[in-house]
């Protein structure tokens, strides 16, 4: 691959983000910050941060979406820092992590930075008060990095204790913690709204679906230290960065290897993104370099050859960029010769040797492609030999040439075999059932006996008649589950008329449950589903697609009814409801109404508070998110006590409270070490105090004041 474009930044890249506006945001190891034009590479503002890192395998900084938040460890990793660049002041210096600060990040709703450090704890803080707003499940040694889903719903920690966990910011709630990693996980990258990838120590990844809690493939071939990945535009190519300056790329639908060198340069890659109008590969590395790639290089060539039908040429193209071999051009390619090759088995099909070898002259030269010819030619040589044992009714041979050269299954003469075969046994199944003719089944079933593939069938059907009868009387009942049931115990079913016409009901059910459900039909879209169950190769599908319509439907109705509780529970259950017309105006103004009342938390204010959030307090799946929000409401309240240094007799009162409500969360934790230095004669200790739980808490539970 060519670089399409560079320049030089003469300093380690540590962070790359491209923005709707156009522009690039470049990030090198003193936090020097550049925002270039993405067409240009000309400098359009900058500043200095002044921080610099010596080591920036992880995230070090991080960027918010919005442009008005950067994060950043310190040099000395003692402390994450949060800064608002629009008003030029820092909003926190957050020093709670009991060691290092390992990695920082930013949501991709701008609302608060998430700390990562060697205690293993991911703090979570307000990007407007730089407060502490709650913390993330603990992990037992150092947090390397975190990653968000692309909507923000959910957050992953990858820690050196060789487990990911995953936890839900809608429910606030975790949702699992990831334990198949035999080394300390170094890298998280989520994709495809409900998976995640994750790399170890070892350069091992797992793709995981979280939904499901269960690993979906494991990723093969890695054999170099990974720094950084990023994943295409459309989701279809994964590509990472390692620390030899190599890009490999692996294919997001199979999760194959498409190149294992598909970039080579020579500085360890240390910031990757992605261009997704341009579709090219933007490496920062850590020599300074920043360094454009158009991952389809080679495609208007190869537009060219096909035109010309150059097809060797196309081929020496694809070889030397794999990934040209997932465009609209290739497919063409792929379909010509796909369209070639069955033309030429006609041909010799017909026994027209001479004019296959014209129709196929232009693939010659193509290694993959000639070997196919050769076996093509070579297995028709036999041909005329399988004709005459057909039209000698010699069916073991026939039958044999056929398994002994595949070619033949395609042609004519074959489908007339295979006909007559279904024509037999069908007759046979029914003589079968009435024992005056039981002789004349085996009798017309006699010259396939000593066919391997078809003996078991004849076996099957005279030993099993009334397995038969009871497959056609569960049709007539329409009680599938038993029909399928009986053709997993029966192979020999399926040679049946009647299976043909089972499996063309189930695919034209299939079809019918879709189009019901894209009219937003449920209650017939259900009644399709719970027939489709009992078909195996629809039953998983099924199932889940009954569960989403049960939600959806709980969710239209709640809309329609105007229960809020009922649709928000609908949309914590299934969140692609987020994403529909009435989803995001609920989900917008539930961000609306948490904004206001965070800002009325900040100063302890629990009326008003509550008045903003007044409506969802009856809404289970809110439970957690009111708790973090009054937590962090009584946190200000016990600060402001302090702050105007109160009786200590009423600091401790609160103190006693709050742990009665929430328990022992890192914001109790961290305003007690200041209680400590300015009542150093206190003997409260919380330690003995009796403790709730956050996870318990019920609106009921909400005062007026916590000091009371």
Not at 153 to 179: G, I, P, Q
Not at 606 to 632: H, M, N, P
Request: aromatic residues 10%; proline residues 2%.
């Amino acid at each position: 691959m060519e670089a399409i474009k560079s320049k030089s930044i003469k300093k380690p890249i540590v962070l790359l983000k491209l923005y709707d506006d156009g522009s690039l945001l470049v990030i090198d190891n003193e936090t020097t910050i550049r925002f270039l034009d993405n067409d240009s590479l000309s400098l359009l503002d900058g500043f200095k941060a002044r921080v610099k890192h010596d080591s920036y395998k992880g995230r070090v900084v991080d960027y918010s979406n919005n442009k008005l938040y950067l994060a950043t460890l310190s040099s000395d990793l003692k402390e994450s820092r949060l800064y608002n660049i629009k008003k030029k002041r820092i909003i926190t210096r957050f020093s709670r992590h009991h060691g290092e600060v390992s990695c920082v990040k930013i949501d991709p709703k701008n609302k608060f930075m998430l700390s990562g450090g060697d205690d293993g704890k991911t703090f979570a803080i307000d990007v407007v008060s730089g407060k502490l707003m709650f913390t993330l499940l603990s992990h037992v040694d150092t947090i390397n990095d975190i990653g968000f889903s692309q909507n923000g719903n959910w957050v992953a920690t990858a820690s050196y204790d060789r487990k990911v966990s995953v936890f839900n910011l809608v429910t606030m709630t975790a949702k699992e913690r990831f334990r198949s990693h035999s080394a300390p996980v170094m890298h998280l990258q989520f994709f495809h709204k409900n998976k995640l990838l994750s790399i170890d120590k070892d350069s091992k990844g797992i793709i995981w679906d979280i939904h499901k809690s269960k690993v979906i493939s494991r990723l093969q071939g890695i054999h170099d230290d990974v720094r950084k990945v990023v994943v295409s535009g459309d989701e279809h190519f994964l590509f990472i960065g390692t620390a030899l300056g190599y890009v490999i790329v692996f294919d997001l639908h199979t999760y194959e290897m498409i190149a294992p060198r598909f970039i080579k340069i020579t500085s360890p890659i240390t910031a990757m993104e992605f261009d997704s109008i341009n579709n090219h590969l933007i490496i920062g590395t850590e020599d300074g370099f920043l360094i454009y790639y158009d991952i389809y290089e080679g495609l208007d060539v190869i537009k060219e050859l096909l035109q010309k039908k150059q097809i060797d040429k196309i081929q020496a193209e694809v070889d030397k960029n794999p990934i040209l071999k997932y465009t609209q051009v290739y497919d063409l390619v792929s379909d010509f010769w796909e369209k070639s090759l069955e033309k030429a088995r006609i041909a010799l099909e017909n026994r027209q040797p001479d004019k296959a070898k014209l129709i196929l002259e232009q693939f010659k030269d193509v290694p993959s492609k000639n070997k196919v010819i050769q076996k093509l030619f070579q297995d028709f040589s036999q041909y005329d030999k399988f004709i005459g044992c057909v039209k000698q009714g010699k069916l073991a041979l026939a039958y044999s040439l056929a398994n002994s050269y595949p070619a033949y299954k395609k042609t004519k003469i074959y489908d007339a075999l295979e006909k007559q075969w279904k024509t037999v046994f069908a007759r046979a199944q029914k003589m079968i059932l009435d024992p005056k003719t039981t002789q004349m089944a085996k009798d017309i079933l006699a010259p396939y006996r000593g066919i391997s593939e078809k003996t078991k069938y004849i076996q099957e059907l005279m030993t099993q008649s009334n397995v038969y009868k009871r497959f056609r009387e569960s049709l007539g009942k329409k009680d599938f589950r038993t029909a399928m049931q009986l053709i997993k115990q029966n192979p020999f079913l399926q040679l049946l008329p009647e299976y043909t016409s089972l499996t063309n009901f189930a695919d034209n059910l299939y079809f019918k449950t879709h189009d019901a459900i894209n009219k937003k039909d449920f209650n017939t879209a259900m009644k399709y589903l719970n027939d489709l169950i009992n078909f195996d190769d629809f039953k998983e599908e099924a199932q889940e697609k009954l569960k989403e319509l049960e939600v959806k439907q709980k969710f239209y109705l709640a809309v329609k009814t105007g229960n809020i509780s009922d649709a928000f529970d609908a949309m914590a259950e299934y969140e692609d409801l987020e994403e529909t017309a009435e989803g995001k105006q609920l989900r917008n103004q539930w961000n609306k109404d948490v904004n206001i009342a965070n800002t009325y938390a900040v100063n302890g204010d629990v009326v008003v508070v509550k008045k903003a959030l007044e409506k969802y307090l009856q809404i289970q799946s809110k439970y957690i998110s009111l708790a973090t929000i009054f937590s962090w409401t009584y946190i200000s309240q016990i600060e402001r006590t302090m702050k105007e240094k109160k009786e200590k007799s009423i600091v401790e009162n609160g103190i006693k409270n709050y742990l009665s409500l929430f328990g022992l969360t890192d914001q109790i934790e961290s305003l007690y070490e200041s209680f400590q230095e300015l009542y150093p004669d206190s003997k409260l200790n919380l330690e003995l105090l009796k403790k709730g739980d956050i996870t318990k808490w019920i609106p009921s539970m909400i005062v007026k004041s916590i000091l009371e």
